[in-house]
């Protein structure tokens, strides 16, 4: 006879994986893909949606899309599924959110154009020697 503990347990979903390991994974199907210029930007206390984005581009709106399929296909051997998949239609920027970590995959003139590092960054201090564009401070 089984339990009513037994019965509950095998239907609950598998737990989320660490947050670390989903990061890992959605960096190895976009470099999977050679995906452009990847930035990963932790937007925990920014955001109520997800704790990291991750952006990174593609040269042509397959590549775009194939990024995006790859990071489904990564994830799902995580056992995580996508919460949503948006813009495939257009493939001009995907995003792929799998909860913790959103994933945002854009021709170079759609990432230019909205500049979601500079949105999500505002306010961040750059590292000790760089300045806010990135570049190495110089003593004046």
Same mark, same amino acid.
């Given at each position: 006879?089984?339990?009513? *503990?037994? +019965? #509950? $347990?095998?239907?609950?979903?598998?737990?989320?994986?660490? #947050?670390?390991?989903?990061?890992?994974?959605?960096?190895?199907? +976009?470099?999977?893909?050679?995906?452009?210029?990847?930035?990963?930007?932790? &937007?925990? !206390?920014?955001?109520?949606?997800?704790?990291?984005? &991750? #952006?990174?581009? !593609?040269?042509?709106? $397959?590549?775009?899309?194939?990024?995006?399929?790859?990071?489904?296909?990564?994830?799902?051997?995580?056992?995580?599924?996508?919460? !949503?998949?948006? @813009?495939?239609?257009?493939?001009?920027? +995907?995003?792929?959110?799998?909860?913790?970590?959103? &994933?945002?995959?854009?021709?170079?003139?759609?990432?230019?154009?909205?500049?979601?590092?500079?949105?999500?960054?505002? !306010?961040?201090?750059?590292?000790? @020697? #760089?300045?806010?564009?990135?570049?190495?401070? $110089? *003593?004046?």
């Amino acid at each position: 006879m089984t339990s009513q *503990a037994q +019965v #509950i $347990r095998t239907q609950l979903p598998n737990p989320p994986p660490p #947050i670390e390991k989903l990061l890992e994974t959605v960096h190895a199907a +976009v470099d999977e893909l050679k995906a452009k210029d990847v930035v990963e930007i932790d &937007v925990r !206390g920014k955001s109520s949606v997800t704790d990291f984005m &991750v #952006i990174a581009s !593609g040269t042509s709106s $397959r590549h775009v899309k194939s990024i995006a399929d790859e990071v489904v296909k990564f994830a799902k051997r995580l056992d995580v599924m996508p919460l !949503g998949v948006e @813009g495939e239609q257009e493939a001009e920027w +995907v995003l792929v959110d799998l909860g913790d970590v959103v &994933v945002h995959v854009m021709l170079p003139r759609i990432r230019e154009f909205y500049a979601l590092e500079r949105l999500w960054t505002v !306010g961040d201090q750059p590292p000790e @020697g #760089i300045d806010e564009y990135g570049d190495t401070a $110089r *003593a004046g």
